[in-house]
């Protein structure tokens, strides 16, 4: 997979240098290329944003010199696979960034991303690229960022970790919270590992007891413990036939 990212604070991607993406990209399993907005505002102040139209707080980013960049990045010659290139476009007002979102995501060959700054960029320029290619636009959650670089560490991330080869133990999807299958709905419960006894506090006697069906069920439990606790909304929403043939695979 390759990943664009343009910005004007291409510093602020510099974790995707590090941990899980980094690895990646050493290894060859992503191409990430992070570009500066500013080299395509040509005017003394390579400015990209001014005052919206119809009034109102704050700035709009520019149409010219996010038209010049996506236009330069998609035809810079990369030969995309079947899928093409998306643009991803981070906003407090996108569709919710789900489990799901990611795994469609990873499964394209080329994302173009545009955190914006501001009160956001023109609409026109998602209009137009709407015109040219898929384009997603995603909030990572309920919450006002100032901006949104730290949607595409988000979102590279929850991406790139479903990518063929870059997490280690292919089972750890199969675990992950909000994951197609049994733990669909279901946040993950409680881990431990050495010492067996910290600070007074042990293991729970059923994860020492070697018996791999026990096991899964209590997982299973506390799975739903704690998604009644903290994520009641998902608990409603689960089908309980599910929770019966979750029980049978374990
Ligand atoms: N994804 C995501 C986001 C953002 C987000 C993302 C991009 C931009 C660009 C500009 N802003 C500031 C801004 C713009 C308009 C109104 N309010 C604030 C952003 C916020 N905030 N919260 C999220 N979950």
């Keep these: 997979m390759r990943i664009d990212v343009v910005t004007i604070f291409p510093e602020y991607l510099e974790p995707l240098n590090v941990s899980l993406v980094g690895k990646a990209r050493a290894a060859g399993r992503l191409d990430v290329r992070v570009h500066d907005l500013r080299g395509w505002a ?3 102040h390579n400015t ?15 149409t010219g010199p996010w038209g010049l960049a996506l236009d330069e990045t998609l035809a810079d010659g990369y030969e995309a696979g079947a899928s093409g290139p998306a643009l991803v476009v981070p ?3 996108g569709r919710p960034f789900t ?11 080329w994302l173009i991303f545009a955190p914006a700054r501001y009160e956001g960029i023109d609409s026109r320029v ?10 997603y636009e995603v909030s990572i959650g309920d919450y006002v960022l100032a901006g949104g670089e730290a949607a595409v560490l ?6 790139a970790r479903l990518l063929p080869g870059v997490l280690g133990n292919a089972q750890s999807h199969a675990d992950d919270s909000f994951a197609p299958g049994a733990m669909a709905d279901l946040l993950e419960g409680p881990v431990y590992t050495k010492p067996p006894q910290w600070r ?11 018996h791999h069906g026990r096991i899964a069920r209590w997982r299973r439990d506390e799975a739903l413990r704690r998604t009644v606790a903290h994520r009641p909304d998902l608990v409603e929403r689960a089908d309980p036939a599910a929770f ?7």
């Design 42 to 44: 040509h005017d003394r």
């Design 48 to 62: 990209v944003d001014d005052t919206p139209y119809g009034g109102g707080p704050g700035m709009v980013m520019m």
């Design 91 to 93: 906003t407090p007002s």
């Design 99 to 109: 489990q799901a979102l990611a795994g469609e995501l990873a499964a394209r060959d």
């Design 126 to 135: 998602t209009a137009e690229y709407a015109t040219r290619l898929p384009v």
């Design 154 to 159: 988000v979102v590279t991330e929850a991406v």
């Design 200 to 210: 007074g506090r042990g293991i729970p006697d059923v994860l020492l007891s070697g």
């Design 244 to 250: 019966d043939k979750k029980d049978r695979e374990m």
